[in-house]
Structure formats: C-alpha cells, structure tokens
C-alpha cells in the first residue's frame, strides 16, 4: 500500500513539471512571434528596404544605400528624387534628394551616358577633379549646372553602373554631391526634356558622364597619350595587386599573370601594385576605358588617379 501511494505521489510531480515545461515553451513562442513584427518570423527576417550595400562618401561621413535597380523598380514615392523635377522645367538650383537613380542609358548621340531617374543627362566638368574628387562649380556656375545632390542616408539607385564607381564628395558650401568615377555630376539648366544633350561639349569643359565617369562621346583616341618614359621596355608577366596603399599585409591581396590582356578577379579594389618591369592598368575588363603604364612597384595608385580603378592589365 505504502509503494502505491508513492507512485501516484511520483506521477502526479511528472505531470506538474510536464505542465510546467509546456506553459515555458509557449510563452517563449509568443515573446519570439512578438520579436518578429508582422509576420512573426523573429531576428531572421530581413526588411524590404535593407540596403543592397553601403558606402562611406569622399567626407567619411555619408551613409548611402546603394540598391540594384531602377526607382520605379524599388518603388520610390512619386513626386520625390529624381521625380521631383518635371520635364519641361529648367533645373536651375540645386535640391537635396532623397534618392538619385543612376542609369546608363542613350541620349542623342551619347551612348553610354549616365541619366537620372527621370531620363535627363548628367554632365561632368573638366576643371573639377577625380582623385581626389572635387567640385569647383560654385555660385553662378551651379546655377546653370546644377550639383546632383543627397542628403546623408539617401538611396541612389544604380542601373548599368557598377556601385564601386560611384560616390559622394563634399562641396564648399556643405552639401553632398554624387560623383561618378570620382567625377561630380551635375544637371544642364538647357536640358527641357529627356533625352536632351545641350550640355555636351560646352566651352570644352563639360561632357556626358559615361558609366566609368570617363567622357561620354569622346573617342578612345582623345584619351592622353601615355609619355615616352612610360613605354612598356621591360615588360612583367604577373603582378601582386593589393587592396591597401603601401602594399599592406592588413588588407586582401590578389595575384594577375599571363600573357596579353588579363582581367582580374577582383576589379575596382587595387591601392598598391607589386611588379617587376612594366605593364598598362586598364579602368574596365577586357583593357578597355582608360589605362595608365607604369614599371614597377607603386606603392600609392591615387598618385597616378589610378586608385580603386584596376579591372584589367596587359602584359608583355
């Protein structure tokens, strides 16, 4: 009788903590479903506007959003960016956005050039620079050329532009302005609808901005010549390129050989270059856009304006 009474006494402490783990397990249900927002899925889910990736500006303090993409494709607001300039009306001041988009696209004869989000041509500005990037159009000349601008957080929308080539520089009066290869972009006042180029060649100073941020309808022989010091007499057969100025063990490093043209693994990433004799450097794969020959190691590629721009090399 005692050894029955001690069963049921056993039984009856299983069922009360068997009641007890279950009531636990279900509040922590409820508390992760809590976590979750609307749909319940918790810390796992990703949020529709999570940016594609995010970039530090020229200044170090912009924090840009760069998604893959059109606006419309990203469902922008109506009336907002790039939209907030209707067609048929001068860009004459510039305006802070809250997005920009970024297409290469056709207009005129340009092909490619860099439009907005609403088709007009952006423009790029000789007296300016690219390494280190800098706006000289200030005053009266941004009037006519109206600076693309963002605000800190802004969204730029990139459609046939690499995210690595583009950019934000700070300008003299505080503002931020998007750059293209380095180069800031800027809107023609002249420029009534889509598709208008009447900014092009003006004073020879101000072209389209191709994808590259190199000129838009210039020929590939108006580009510098390279100097008679830089030809290629001892030419190098592979190459150590190095994320990091000053051939930094800090930073990834990725090895090019071969003979002839050769595109590298990771483009757009180089700082410094090991090298034993010579080689050229193109800016896009398969040695096209701009290039630049050195021989040598180079322990700093933006003394050259080189920097972050090596997608292929040729060798021999």
């Given at each position: ?95 802070q956005r809250k997005w920009v988009q ?36 200030n005053d009266a000349c941004a009037t ?50 889509p598709g208008d180029t009447n900014g ?117």
């Open positions: 009788m005692f050894s029955t009474d001690r069963r049921a006494s056993g039984t009856a402490t299983l069922r009360k903590h068997i009641a007890y783990f279950a009531s636990f397990a279900a509040a922590g249900a409820l508390l992760l479903s809590a976590c979750g927002g609307e749909d319940g899925v918790g810390a796992a889910r990703t949020p529709d506007s999570a940016p594609s990736s995010a970039t530090p500006g020229a200044d170090g303090s912009m924090d840009l959003a760069l998604k893959s993409g059109t606006a419309r494709q990203n469902n922008a607001p109506a009336r907002t960016g790039d939209w907030a300039n209707q067609p048929g009306e001068a860009a004459s001041r510039p305006v970024l297409s290469a696209a056709r207009a005129g004869e340009l092909d490619p050039v860099v439009v907005n989000g609403s088709g007009f041509t952006l423009y790029r500005f000789d007296k300016d620079t690219a390494s280190p990037s800098k706006s000289t159009c006519t050329w109206p600076p693309v601008l963002v605000d800190k957080g802004s969204k730029i929308f990139v459609d046939g532009v690499n995210a690595s080539d583009v950019g934000v520089v700070r300008r003299d009066d505080g503002t931020r302005q998007v750059t293209v290869g380095g180069w800031p972009v800027y809107r023609f006042s002249k420029d009534l609808k092009q060649g003006v004073g020879g100073t101000w072209f389209g901005v191709r994808p590259d941020g190199q000129k838009a309808g210039a020929p590939a022989e108006d580009e510098p010549a390279e100097a008679p010091d830089q030809a290629q007499a001892a030419p190098a057969s592979s190459a150590i390129l190095f994320d990091g100025a000053g051939f930094s063990d800090d930073e990834p490093a990725q090895g090019v050989a071969g003979e002839g043209c050769q595109n590298v693994a990771r483009p757009k990433v180089t700082s410094s270059i090991s090298v034993s004799g010579s080689m050229k450097l193109w800016s896009s794969p398969d040695c096209k856009g701009t290039s630049k020959v050195i021989n040598g190691d180079v322990a700093d590629l933006s003394t050259l304006g080189f920097d972050n721009r090596i997608s292929s090399v040729t060798f021999g």
